[in-house]
């Protein structure tokens, strides 16, 4: 009837970019069915789309503690989570429900990076490791590599970033991190032409310039 029309409608103009057009629909079906979670998850999903992650978090808490079994759910309240710089809460959240769902790389992904970001690197480094490993995600190398780097744990470090560039050799950042670990480990002769290909893919990059100035300066090449 007229609610499914509605729930139709809404989720038509989200997949269209139309987030605000959405969001009016949603809220008026939900308004007309407060209890339907379905409903809920597409209002949140609206808000989370449009990047309004305060909105999009109250939707998903709602679907989360009517369906706690909903990964699909739990995954995105800990994007918006971490997108609010509630990391802390966001692993408070998703440890317990982790056990089945080990082999669930967008859970174990999200639950990585939020412990990662929340100061408890020892149990998200090897799984955001994990992660890379099994889908080949080279946005997952750069986050354990960043935090190996951060750590100085170099070798790790160095061995997540350079399997990032193999698997994206244009992910923004990267090289400049994989310039930075070869560096620390005394390897300039691999180290430059990292920061090369860095400053390559952005002319400003702060930190290859400088460290490339640096290596020049050392060589006496001082062009």
Not at 13 to 27: C, P, S, T, V
């Amino acid at each position: 009837g007229m609610l499914e029309a509605r729930a139709n409608l809404g989720a038509t103009l989200a997949a269209a970019g139309q987030f605000d057009a959405a969001i009016e629909e949603d809220n008026r079906a939900v308004a007309q069915a407060p209890t339907n979670i379905a409903l809920k998850k597409n209002l949140g999903l609206a808000y989370y789309k449009k990047g309004d992650m305060v909105n999009a978090r109250t939707a998903f808490e709602a679907v989360h503690a009517a369906r706690p079994s909903d990964m699909g759910t739990a995954v995105l309240l800990g994007y918006a989570d971490i997108k609010l710089d509630k990391n802390a809460e966001a692993v408070t959240k998703l440890t317990p429900l982790e056990a089945g769902h080990e082999s669930n790389m967008d859970f174990e992904y999200v639950l990585a990076y939020a412990q990662i970001l929340s100061g408890k690197q020892p149990e998200g480094l090897p799984r955001m490791e994990k992660v890379a490993k099994a889908t080949h995600s080279a946005d997952a190398y750069l986050i354990a590599g960043k935090a190996r780097l951060w750590r100085q744990e170099f070798k790790e470090a160095r061995a997540d970033l350079d399997a990032g560039v193999e698997l994206n050799p244009s992910l923004p950042g990267l090289w400049t991190l994989v310039g930075q670990a070869r560096d620390a480990l005394g390897d300039t002769e691999a180290a430059q032409p990292a920061f090369e290909a860095a400053l390559r893919q952005d002319p400003k990059d702060p930190m290859a310039t400088l460290y490339l100035g640096t290596m020049k300066l050392k060589q006496r090449d001082l062009e």
